[in-house]
C-alpha cells in the first residue's frame, strides 16, 4: 500500500483489531456528545487505574487532590485530549475537558475522601454552577480519591448520600462497585444533567489506616 492510498478507512480496518488505533479514532472525530463521553470515560478509567496500580507513591500529603487531579489531566493529555487544571467555566474548574474541535465539554470534580458531606459540596459546584446543562455540555464527573481502607464501603456512602439528599435517578455500574451514575435536572436549563461518580482506591499500608 503506498502512502497516497492510505485512507481513514485503513485506519478504521486497522482499529477493528489495535484498540490503541480505534481509541484514537473514537476520540477524534467522535461525532455526537455521547460519541465523545464513552470513549472519555474508558480513558478516565485507564488514568485511574494507572494511579492504584502506583499508589504507594502518592501517601504522602503532599498528594492532595490538585496533585492527583493533575496526573489525570497529563494523562488525559497524552491521549490528545484538550484537558485543563483549575481553568474557569462557570468557575474555577478542577477538570475541564474539551473536544478538540470545541463542540463538546465535560467538566470534573475531584474530592480526597473526608466523607460524604464534604464530596457533596463538589456535587453541588459540579451540578448547578459549572456546567451549562446544555446539549453540548449536560455530562460530568465527580472523582473521589480514597486514602483509606474500604473504598467500596466509604463510595457507597456517598451513593447513599447523595439519593437522600437530591433527586436523582441513580444507576449503579454492574461491573464495577467503585462506579455509579447520577441523572438530575440541570436548574439553567431543566433538561437532563448526567454526572459518573467513581472512586480511586489508593488504600497503601503505608498510608491511613481509617
Partial sequence: MSESSFSLANLEMMGQFDPDINGFLKRKFAATNDDFINQLYIDLDDAMYFLETQKHMYQDHKWGEDELTYTIIAFLQGRNYDAEHDTQHGGHVD??????????????????????????????????????????????????????????????????????????????????????????????????????HMAVSLFHTTGDSD
Avoid: C
Avoid at 464534604?118 to 446544555?134: A, C, E, I
Fill in 95 to 196: 477538570i475541564l475537558v474539551k473536544h478538540h474541535h470545541g463542540k463538546f465539554a465535560w467538566i470534573g470534580e475531584a474530592k480526597l475522601w473526608n466523607g460524604p458531606a464534604y464530596v457533596f459540596g463538589g456535587w453541588n459546584q459540579l451540578s448547578s454552577r459549572y456546567g451549562t446543562g446544555t446539549l453540548r455540555d449536560n455530562h460530568g464527573g465527580i472523582i473521589i480519591y480514597v486514602k483509606q481502607r474500604n473504598s467500596s464501603d466509604k463510595f457507597a456512602s456517598w451513593s447513599n448520600y447523595l439519593s437522600e439528599r437530591v433527586e436523582a435517578i441513580i444507576t449503579p455500574d454492574t461491573k464495577n462497585p467503585l462506579r455509579f451514575s447520577s441523572e438530575t435536572m440541570h436548574p439553567a436549563t431543566n433538561q437532563p444533567y448526567f454526572v459518573r
